[in-house]
């Protein structure tokens, strides 16, 4: 028995009520602790050097006001956009789930791709369109509006993170409300609730645990994202972490990494306690598909608003793409005659693929040993992939530099290497699709497997891997579709001569020539947004 | 090749160099007369120096033919002993593969200085961290040099040219580097290189060619040079009223909420650094907080600096020569030109370089591989594709651009570019970064 919604959910992670019937295996206690201090190692080299700094030194950078301030503008920034994508998200999952909204078939998976655009290409795309001198302002010019509110800054930022990071708060919260029961709002109704109070007084407390899930991937991106503060010229603490590297201050940029990973940590607790709360919200696995909610007079505004998402997200920076592919002129220069080949994009999908299928093997124990028994162990396992998800890319580059050239000259530089970088950022999405879908299985069922003579790994096998496979294959997707636009780690530890779609980008984006980065840039948009397809497919494998 | 070929071959480049002088000579004082560097400075170069594409067939000797001056006519004038010896070192290209296209580049005068042809083949495995890049253009050089000689086999990283060094210092300080040659389109990074002594020396031979000061010493050698300018709007002023020196950008009135800057990009933070070096640090944070007063605009690089100068969003801006050149390249019309303040910070000139990374087993190629970036045809490359300044005195820079010389660029160590953080710190105290 199996419910749908084995997608994107990382959504019924805080669901619990699993019987702990017996204690977990040693051997799979001992593979997710490994698993899970292989995921933290990158951390040991940070400390190293963070100890060689002299410890008055440290708290005067620490408490400077530069410091403090990046603190202040990371910590609302995180506030604002994941607030801001739980406004946009949550609606979108409930108007593509619950309502007769038209194409919603077409609208469910348009609404999850922006989540393939890689976020610089995204900031790059609204500063083109919405910046001075702008597509936007030179359109207005002739009806002689000449200003229009700057794009920079705080405002900006929070837009482009928000439009290309919402996706993550859509899918967890919409696998929530495939999975709960949707006749328990019909009933709230029959017993005298509004629609508006039966959604906040059953359905949101059912979901509550999938949004905060997505929330929380939201916060950790935001957290760790280079690309879009320093296009939108906003201080974030990835922004002073990269121009700190780029200075030659590598203590400077390593304290301010440990403690970037230190506010991840107080946002992990934040969010657990949270969880914690709601984990009374039990959603019922028996999913019945209830009624959709008619929208009546809301059809037409929830249409333009599902509309304008979508322009904003998909259209805008497909269309500055096409425009620096096509336009000579402006800033889409033509580049340097550095000739695209198709072999980069192999190499795209290569690696994507090798750390799409090693996440969700290393997902399983981890997830396995989180959802089933729920101990202060299993938690500490689970949590302690999150850190890496929050190190920024260039944070993690270096420390495995020094990891590979100090320990492990042989693997310095090779494809094992690069791919471990990309476990070791993106395994919460696949532990977090991993763990909501063997919450959906009925342990009962790989008990009555071992009644009948199966060992635990022979009834996990048999039994329950079946099971969760579509979970583990979502989460595998969801990591080869971050691994594609991942860029500061690849530029780091990519093998000598290995190119990628996104070095590339970043080649002939550095230099200006915008106009040969827009072939790559779709060329990686289309291949991810097929990934996206994998990943809402299946909601239809319901047995 | 015989002893004779040989010594054939060491007489040209001699014989060259004399030709050459002459006309460098005049494009010289041309870049003196017009030092409105991108309008007039082109058309100037070439009238003076009109016969120099085609000194190859005005000399019309055979021993022309093949070196990097007589190439532009070579591809059916090339006599058979030429032929011969190329085809054992591989096929030595003509010099239009090098040479870029466009209206910057349609008159270039006869070049000299030493020939790919004059140096040993390139052959076996070398690894190149390339630092930056230019988009792909230093990849396209070295695809050149592979297509030139077979047995080369140059491997690529491509990465940012700090990081490239951290990554260097990393790797050498835990035993060795995969890397031969470190190539970055920084000084800075070359010199935090050579400073943790991870590089081994250049011999005499390849650096002489190149100024004292783009290759301070004998760790690391300059094969491209930009220099800080300000491009101005030619529809919103005139040259006359950009100040002559980068320090008076502070009072200029007509500059006043009108100009752009990229603090966060590494080039303006160099000419930063520089100013600190070259005047003091409260000097430069009083210019910091006077530019602030002006009202500069921001932007994320200085390639938008320029665009935005040419679209006429700002007046003026700082960024470095190239990037309005390339504004210009694509779009001729557009009403951007240059502006080059005299001595002092704002004339510094940076350098794209090259150093051998210590601990390789392949010096002698890598060493070989550096010459060629110093030769005619490498030169000419980054001079007509890169618009940068070649570093070698028989290749003039494209559109007019005054000299190094005339530049008058500031004493200072290009490799102390690399003492980067009292920068930042100042930067980020008075808010620009």
Not at chain 2, 284 to 294: A, I, P, S
Not at chain 2, 311 to 320: M, R, V
Not at chain 2, 388 to 397: A, D, K, L, N, R
């Amino acid at each position: 028995m199996r419910s749908r919604g084995h997608l994107g959910a990382l959504a019924g992670r805080f669901r619990g009520g699993e019987e702990d019937d017996d204690r977990p295996p040693a051997a799979l206690v001992l593979l997710a602790g490994a698993i899970a201090a292989a995921v933290l190692s990158p951390i040991a080299p940070l400390v190293l050097r963070v100890a060689g700094v002299e410890t008055s030194y440290a708290l005067s950078l620490l408490t400077g006001s530069a410091t403090t301030s990046v603190l202040a503008n990371s910590l609302a920034l995180v506030g604002a956009v994941t607030a801001a994508s739980i406004a946009i998200g949550v609606p979108l999952a409930v108007l593509t789930a619950r309502t007769d909204l038209p194409f919603r078939r077409f609208f469910t998976v348009a609404v999850a791709l922006p989540l393939v655009v890689p976020s610089y290409i995204g900031a790059f795309a609204f500063v083109s369109a919405f910046g001075p001198r702008g597509v936007l302002a030179d359109l207005l010019a002739p009806i002689g509006i000449d200003s229009i509110p700057t794009i920079y800054g705080f405002g900006g930022t929070v837009l482009v993170l928000t439009l290309f990071t919402y996706p993550y708060v859509y899918l967890t919260t919409r696998a929530s409300l495939l999975a709960a029961d949707a006749s328990l709002p019909e009933a709230a109704r029959t017993l005298g609730e509004s629609t508006t109070g039966a959604f906040r007084r059953v359905t949101l407390p059912q979901i509550a645990p999938g949004i905060a899930a997505g929330a929380l991937l939201v916060a950790l991106y935001t957290l760790s994202d280079f690309g879009t503060p320093a296009i939108m010229q906003f201080d974030t603490f990835t922004r002073i972490i990269f121009v700190e590297y780029n200075a030659f201050g590598r203590d400077f940029a390593a304290l301010l990494s440990l403690q970037l990973l230190a506010v991840t940590g107080v946002i992990l607790a934040l969010e657990s306690r949270l969880g914690a709360d709601r984990s009374g919200a039990y959603a019922s696995r028996g999913a019945r598909s209830g009624g959709e909610t008619a929208l009546g007079v809301w059809k037409g505004p929830a249409l333009a608003f599902c509309l304008a998402v979508l322009v904003l997200c998909l259209l805008v920076p497909v269309g500055i793409l096409a425009m620096w592919l096509f336009r000579n002129g402006g800033p889409g220069y033509a580049g340097g005659g550095f000739a695209f080949e198709w072999a980069v994009a192999w190499n795209s999908v290569g690696v994507s693929t090798a750390a799409a299928l090693l996440a969700a093997a290393a997902a399983i124990p981890i997830a396995y040993l989180a959802a089933r028994y729920r101990s202060v162990l299993s938690t500490v396992f689970d949590r302690a992939t999150y850190l890496g998800y929050a190190m920024p890319g260039i944070v993690l580059g270096l420390s495995l530099i020094y990891f590979g050239t100090t320990y492990a000259s042989a693997l310095y530089q090779t494809l094992p290497l690069l791919i471990f970088a990309y476990v070791v950022r993106f395994l919460p999405q696949a532990i977090g699709t991993t763990r909501s879908s063997v919450l959906q299985v009925d342990s009962a069922l790989a008990g009555a497997a071992r009644t009948l003579g199966e060992g635990s790994t022979g009834a996990f096998r048999r039994v329950t891997l079946p099971l969760i496979a579509p979970g583990v294959l979502a989460g595998a997707a969801l990591v080869f579709l971050t691994t594609m636009k991942e860029l500061p780690a690849t530029l780091l530890l990519h093998p000598t001569g290995f190119d990628t779609l996104v070095t590339y980008i970043w080649l002939v984006q550095d230099a200006g020539y915008y106009g040969a980065a827009a072939v790559p840039a779709l060329v990686l948009i289309v291949v991810s947004g097929l990934s996206m397809f994998v990943i809402l497919s299946q909601e239809n494998t319901d047995s | 090749m015989t002893r004779a070929d040989a010594s054939e071959r060491s007489d040209r480049p001699r014989r060259r160099t004399r030709r050459a002088v002459l006309a460098a000579g005049t494009a010289g004082l041309v870049g003196l007369a017009g030092c409105s560097a991108l309008s007039g400075g082109g058309g100037g170069n070439g009238t003076t120096t009109g016969a120099g594409t085609t000194a190859g067939t005005e000399t019309g000797t055979a021993t022309e033919t093949g070196t990097a001056t007589g190439t532009d006519t070579a591809g059916n004038a090339t006599d058979e002993t030429t032929q011969g010896e190329n085809a054992a070192a591989g096929e030595a290209l003509p010099i239009e593969e090098y040479r870029g296209s466009g209206p910057l580049v349609q008159q270039r005068p006869s070049l000299s200085g030493t020939s790919i042809q004059d140096l040993p083949p390139l052959s076996g495995e070398l690894t190149i961290y390339l630092g930056g890049g230019e988009g792909g253009l230093y990849t396209n050089l070295i695809s050149l040099l592979e297509r030139t000689y077979p047995d080369f086999e140059p491997k690529t990283r491509l990465a940012p040219t700090s990081q490239l060094a951290s990554t260097i210092i990393q790797e050498t300080s835990a035993g060795s580097s995969p890397a031969d040659v470190f190539w970055s389109v920084d000084a800075g990074s070359l010199g935090v290189v050579a400073e943790r002594n991870a590089t081994v020396g250049l011999p005499q031979r390849v650096v002489e060619s190149v100024p004292q000061q783009l290759h301070p010493r004998e760790d690391w050698v300059g094969v491209a040079g930009r220099a800080r300018s300000v491009p101005y709007n030619t529809d919103q002023l005139d040259r006359s009223q950009i100040p002559q020196d980068v320090l008076e950008f502070t009072n200029a009135s007509v500059l006043q909420g009108n100009m752009g800057w990229a603090p966060s990009y590494g080039a303006f933070q160099a000419f930063v650094t520089a100013m600190r070096l070259l005047t003091s640090r409260g000097r430069t944070k009083r210019w910091l907080n006077g530019m602030q007063e002006q009202g500069v605009q921001t932007f994320p690089d200085e390639f938008l600096v320029s665009n935005a100068v040419a679209d006429g969003e700002i007046a003026a801006g700082f960024a470095n020569h190239y990037y309005a050149l390339r504004v210009q390249a694509a779009r001729p019309n557009a009403p951007i030109d240059l502006a080059f303040t005299q001595g002092g910070p704002g004339a510094l000139i940076n350098v794209s370089g090259a150093e051998i990374i210590k601990g390789t087993q392949r010096q002698q190629l890598a060493t070989n591989f550096i010459y060629h970036l110093l030769t005619v045809e490498a030169q000419e490359f980054f001079a007509t594709r890169a618009f940068g300044y070649p570093m070698i005195p028989g290749v003039p820079p494209v559109g007019g651009l005054p000299t190094i010389d005339e530049l008058q660029p500031p004493q200072l160590d290009l490799a102390q570019l690399s003492n980067l953080q009292p920068t930042l710190r100042l930067m980020r105290e008075v808010g620009v970064l």
